[in-house]
């Protein structure tokens, strides 16, 4: 069972900003390069007050605080998931809206990503071409997915990001078990090839679809797109299968 987290007042939030690890993997220069563009980031100071309207909870609203302010009294910290390649920092924790705030050495960010990510990852489980995948490739790649699956699905989902947020938790991140529900079954009944490559991972340990799936993301976010901005000295910072730079280096970052 989980502990809950205690809500701290204002005056004891900076006992928890002092410690904070920064583990990076041996040698790895992109990590350094990450690190060391993370030290100039810096956030407005009315941040957390632009945001708190949208924290419907005590634990949300003590997080986000927190955050902000580990941000503000440069308390860095910077780990890596060793079994996956993923990186986590002060960025990747920090509620999303408030992320428009952040300043990267004194200029506005930007935030470009990978135009549905997991599911074109899901391409390398198919080991040849066939009709199939290049219907669900076209699919992806018009940034239609979700909707096609959710029309399949009886159309159950009235907001597209709950309709990921379930497209997650059921097929990529769930048990076997959440194969059962909708989005399962319609992407069974759609794509029959890539429902048994999925099912056949989830049956070893239905843990193993989301590592296969994060490796593969952090080996384009962080061996081919940072690596990329390091040697052209473009300044980035990744949140997964996102990254952020400042609005000169907008253009050249997506190209």
């Excluded at 947020?165 to 029959?192: D, I, N, T, V, W």
Aim: hydrophobic fraction near 35%; charged fraction near 30%.
């Amino acid at each position: 069972r989980k502990t809950p987290i205690r809500i701290l007042e204002d005056h004891e939030i900076p006992k928890k900003i002092r410690d904070l690890d920064l583990k990076l993997a041996e040698n790895n220069e992109e990590h350094a390069y990450l690190l060391a563009n993370l030290k100039n980031i810096t956030i407005e100071d009315n941040a957390y007050k632009n945001v708190q309207h949208k924290l419907n909870t005590k634990q949300k609203r003590y997080l986000c605080k927190l955050h902000i302010l580990r941000i503000k009294k440069k308390q860095w910290f910077f780990s890596y998931d060793p079994r996956t390649g993923r990186v986590f920092n002060n960025i990747t924790s920090l509620f999303r809206d408030a992320r428009h705030d952040l300043r990267l050495s004194g200029q506005n960010l930007v935030e470009l990503d990978i135009k549905n990510c997991q599911p074109l990852l899901l391409l390398l489980l198919y080991t040849e071409n066939c009709e199939e995948k290049r219907r669900f490739q076209d699919l992806v790649l018009s940034g239609q997915f979700y909707e096609f699956l959710n029309k399949c699905a009886g159309n159950y989902y009235k907001d597209r990001d709950k309709l990921k947020k379930a497209f997650y938790c059921q097929m990529l991140f769930g048990s076997l078990f959440q194969l059962k529900f909708r989005l399962p079954a319609a992407l069974q009944r759609e794509f029959p090839i890539l429902y048994a490559k999925i099912v056949e991972i989830k049956r070893l340990n239905y843990r193993k679809l989301a590592w296969f799936l994060q490796t593969e993301e952090a080996k384009i976010m962080i061996n081919t797109i940072v690596r990329q901005a390091r040697l052209n000295n473009i300044p980035v910072l990744t949140i997964h299968d996102s990254v952020l730079t400042t609005e000169p280096y907008r253009e050249k970052l997506k190209n």
